[in-house]
Nanobody, 121 residues
Framework: QVQLEESGGGLVQPGGSLRLSCAVFGRIISIDVMGWYRQAPGKQRELVAAITGGGIVNYADSVKGRFTISRDNAKNTVYLQMNSLKPEDTAIYYC???????????????WGQGTQVTVSS
């Protein structure tokens, strides 16, 4: 079984910063793409940022220049540094990992439980 454990959410004022972390646990052989998604009330879940094992990154237009995704492959952990936060960034942020395990040799998507990010004065 694979578990993704997120941390780092919370309440921050506009213009502030937060750093999200997500560690992947389990009988892991390899992790392909890791990413962060978010879902605001009444809206669909959307991709925020993603990073491949080789470090290629992709960002939603709305966060380019403000958010930075990174990963530590040795620790099976992905990070999201969020700067210049805006009220419209308020959402539940979910970590995603595409993983191969010892019991499932097909790349399979796994999700974290979500962490709330609220940007408000």
């Amino acid at each position: 079984q694979v578990q993704l454990e997120e941390s780092g959410g919370g309440l921050v004022q506009p213009g502030g910063s937060l750093r999200l972390s997500c560690a992947v646990f389990g009988r892991i052989i390899s992790i392909d793409v890791m990413g962060w998604y978010r879902q605001a009330p009444g809206k669909q879940r959307e991709l925020v940022a993603a990073i491949t094992g080789g470090g290629i990154v992709n960002y939603a237009d709305s966060v380019k220049g403000r958010f930075t995704i990174s990963r530590d492959n040795a620790k099976n952990t992905v990070y999201l540094q969020m700067n210049s936060l805006k009220p419209e960034d308020t959402a539940i942020y979910y970590c995603n990992g595409r993983v191969i395990t010892t019991t499932n040799l097909y790349l399979t998507d796994y999700w974290g439980q979500g962490t709330q990010v609220t940007v408000s004065s």
